[in-house]
């Protein structure tokens, strides 16, 4: 069974830094040959897309417009991990922060099939 757990989140003030973890693990999951995405989900809204990652060494990388020159996703296959690195932090990033999976790239939750629990992030004006 593929678990995906998330780590890093906290309270940070407006214009600091996060780094948030996954750690992936699971008897038949291969994490290489997975595509790796963050999503964040806010009170009240519905979860939306932040960043994936593509599943080769190297990585080719997609952000939403909202994130765009602020977050940094990578990943590190020989540990089954992927980060997000998360600067200058606004009150409007505040959210449940959730990891994924999938075979292949996108940018819409019902594209990926293996969720973490997620880490909540919260960002003070």
């Known amino acids: 069974q593929v678990q995906l757990v998330e780590s890093g989140g906290g309270l940070a003030q407006a214009g600091g830094s996060l780094r948030l973890s996954c750690a992936a693990s699971?008897?038949?999951?291969?994490?290489?040959?997975?595509?790796m995405g963050w999503f964040r989900q806010a009170p009240g809204k519905e979860r939306e897309f932040v960043a994936t990652?593509?599943?080769?060494?190297?990585?080719?990388?997609d952000y939403a417009d909202s994130v765009k020159g602020r977050f940094t996703i990578s990943r590190d296959n020989a540990k089954n991990t992927v980060y997000l690195q998360m600067n200058s932090l606004k009150p409007d990033d505040t959210a449940v922060y959730y990891c994924a999976a999938n075979y292949k790239n996108g940018r819409l939750p019902t594209d990926y099939g293996y969720w973490g629990q997620g880490t909540q992030v919260t960002v003070s004006s």
């Open positions: 699971g008897r038949t999951f291969i994490f290489s040959r997975y595509v």
């Open positions: 990652i593509s599943s080769w060494s190297g990585g080719l990388t």
